[in-house]
Structures are given as structure tokens and as C-alpha cells.
């Protein structure tokens, strides 16, 4: 299969990546599952502390070995632990989950702005963020509308596509993105 250009899959990107909403996972955290707000305030701080202490180790990678493959070990996780999270109703577990969410971000963070920056160069990476950010609000619209809609006949099937969304982008990224620029 032919792997597409840099700026394309970028693009693409912006667009699935932004298709999640935090609106419908957190009407499902609470009304769902009916998490406390000191559960929210735990789930949110274990991602956080997973976010601090995995950065340095996953970033070493990303420069080290391939910032591709980063993105697909981050893409994977973060879309499974978002799905993990409709199936299961223990607190403990949600935060659990977010931890590993927050862990797999870790795998992406600066590994997609690198690669895009490795891919089209320093001179022309300015332009490609600016198109990219107004794009990304594609993918935003597109996922709230479609998450509502979902979410309106069954929030867990909303918070379900808002993580294969994610999964689906780390299989496009196996399929379709070049990595031609890394050293």
C-alpha cells in the first residue's frame, strides 16, 4: 500500500483525532457510571501523574527509534483505554484506565509535531500548523455532532466511537504514513 504525503496524512489526522468529545465522555463519567466529583478529581490526577513521570522515557524514544512508531503506541492506547472506559463501572478502574490514557499521550506528545516538522522541514512546518489547526475544527464539529447523536440513544456507544476514532488513526498510521525524514 502507497503511504500518502506527510501534509495529507497531517491533515487527516487533525480531522480524526479531534472527532472525540470530552462532552460526551464526561456526561457518561457522571451519569452513567456516577462518578463523585472526587473520583473525576482522582481520574484526572492519575493521568496527570502518568503524563509526568512517562514523558522523558517515551520522548527518548520517539527521538531515539521513530516517532511513527510513538504515535501508533499512542494512538492504540489512548483509543482503548477511551473505549475500556464505557465497558466497565468501578471507579478504581476508570482511574486506572485514564492512567494508561495519560501514558499513552505521553507516547504522542511532541512525537506528532516532530514527525510533521521532520517530514516537510523547519521552513515550511509554520504553514502546515496554521492549515492544520483550521482543519482540526472539521474534525471537532463533525465529532460532536456525531457523538451527540450517538449520545442522545446511548452514551456508551458515544464514548465507544470517540476511542475507535483514535484506534483508527493509529491503524492509518500503520497503513498510510510516511516517516522519510527522521535521523
Not at 497531517?10 to 456526561?27: D, K, N, Q, R, S
Not at 513521570?53 to 511513527?68: K, W
Request: aromatic share 12%; hydrophobic share 55%.
Amino acid at each position: 500500500m502507497r503511504r500518502l504525503q506527510a501534509t495529507t496524512a497531517y491533515y487527516g489526522l487533525e480531522v480524526l483525532l479531534h472527532v472525540p468529545t470530552w462532552v460526551v465522555m464526561a456526561v457518561y463519567l457522571v451519569q452513567e457510571v456516577g462518578l463523585s466529583p472526587l473520583e473525576l478529581v482522582l481520574m484526572g490526577t492519575a493521568m496527570e501523574a502518568a503524563v509526568f513521570l512517562f514523558e522523558v522515557p517515551t520522548g527518548v524514544l520517539a527521538d531515539t527509534f521513530s516517532r511513527r512508531l510513538s504515535l501508533i503506541i499512542g494512538y492504540f492506547g489512548m483509543g482503548t483505554a477511551w473505549m475500556l472506559v464505557a465497558f466497565v463501572a468501578e471507579p478504581w478502574a476508570i482511574v486506572a484506565l485514564w492512567a494508561l490514557w495519560g501514558v499513552s499521550y505521553t507516547f504522542t506528545s511532541g512525537a506528532y509535531e516532530a514527525w510533521i516538522t521532520d517530514e516537510v522541514g523547519v521552513e515550511n512546518v509554520g504553514r502546515v500548523f496554521l492549515k492544520g489547526e483550521r482543519i482540526h475544527y472539521v474534525g471537532s464539529i463533525a465529532g460532536l455532532i456525531l457523538q451527540v447523536a450517538i449520545g442522545i440513544v446511548s452514551l456508551r456507544a458515544g464514548v465507544v466511537i470517540g476511542g475507535a476514532a483514535v484506534v483508527l488513526a493509529g491503524v492509518l498510521c500503520i497503513l498510510l504514513m510516511p516517516e522519510t525524514g527522521f535521523r
